[in-house]
């Protein structure tokens, strides 16, 4: 949920062929640039969907998307109706699925569609269904955004690339729940914030947190208040770069952190405000698992221990 300024992709073409069997699949931003925005932008209206009709959980856990077997899940909605229902992108099928807890269904073709078409078939999908919901059609943490019900310029779907993305999630997914399982304070869900399209998992030593001094595009004060109310260490996978990146922080940022060891090939991004790793170091690794653990872990630990974290009593002994 940190806001970034974009990371510009190599300049150079990528010529190494695609591979469809690789466990870590390779996916150059520049060529699915087209389609990354339209699907960010589409997870953003899901995702509004939910916040409209969500109660307030701390740090705005009500919000997300999770990663599941097929694809994306908003997980189950509440609405004032007195029903449920539950908003899936399956990228196998390549639908958009609406079900109500009264055994009721909707689906929309994803397909090569204007933002503009999406937000209305999915907003006359749920009154159809009786769950009417409106939500403010301002894309969040994007500069120059267009309104939802205005954007005639995305309209991009390779189905190859988003699978591509979908498994990279999928991947990154069990890694980083083998790593918040070693933690037994207050930790979030691994959950994707459409916001910048991140998957990420969050730490807490327990501690209250100077109010934040960030914004973006969009996006209130209030926002971030509540996201960085308590000291956090953050990790995720953000599509952004030459292949993506792994990111790691800690807000507030003690002194010594970025000047920490950590993982060989991660490095501290100025411009970014925390650690690094390009995900073209997990994919091309032997040991991509264990990379990547290594990486979080070295990272958490850099925070902890700079920021005086109780680590005994806030990580499961091993």
Request: glycine residues 6%; charged residues 20%; contains cysteine.
């Amino acid at each position: 949920m940190t806001p970034r300024d974009p990371v510009p992709a190599s300049t150079h073409p990528v010529t190494e062929r695609l591979d469809d069997t690789a466990e870590w699949p390779i996916l150059p931003v520049a060529q699915w640039q087209p389609t990354r925005d339209t699907l960010h932008l589409w997870a953003q209206i899901i995702g509004k969907i939910r916040l409209a009709n969500s109660p307030l959980i701390n740090h705005w856990w009500n919000v997300p998307l999770y990663v599941t077997s097929r694809g994306l899940t908003t997980s189950l909605i509440p609405h004032d109706s007195g029903r449920n229902f539950q908003i899936d992108f399956d990228f196998h099928t390549h639908q958009l699925q609406i079900t109500t807890s009264d055994g009721q269904l909707r689906s929309l073709s994803l397909e090569p569609r204007t933002v503009a078409d999406f937000y209305k078939r999915v907003l006359n999908h749920l009154n159809d269904l009786g769950l009417a919901t409106r939500i403010w059609p301002m894309p969040v943490e994007i500069e120059n955004a267009i309104p939802f019900d205005k954007d005639d310029t995305h309209a991009s779907y390779d189905r190859d690339h988003v699978q591509r993305y979908w498994r990279t999630l999928v991947q990154t997914d069990r890694v980083m729940h083998e790593f918040r399982s070693r933690f037994l304070g207050k930790a979030s869900p691994v959950h994707l914030w459409w916001g910048a399209l991140d998957l990420a998992t969050s730490r807490f030593s327990g501690r209250p947190a100077p109010p934040h001094p960030s914004s973006a595009p969009h996006l209130g004060p209030h926002v971030m208040l509540e996201a960085y109310s308590y000291e956090v260490s953050s990790c995720g996978y953000w599509p952004d770069g030459d292949q993506g990146l792994f990111y790691s922080y800690i807000y507030p940022e003690p002194d010594g952190f970025r000047d920490a060891p950590v993982t060989d090939g991660a490095y501290y991004s100025h411009e970014l405000g925390e650690f690094v790793l390009p995900y073209e170091r997990i994919r091309e690794s032997a040991d991509p698992d264990n990379l990547l653990l290594d990486f979080l872990q070295s990272t958490y630990v850099a925070a902890a221990e700079h920021a005086g974290w109780q680590r005994s009593s806030l990580e499961r002994s091993t």
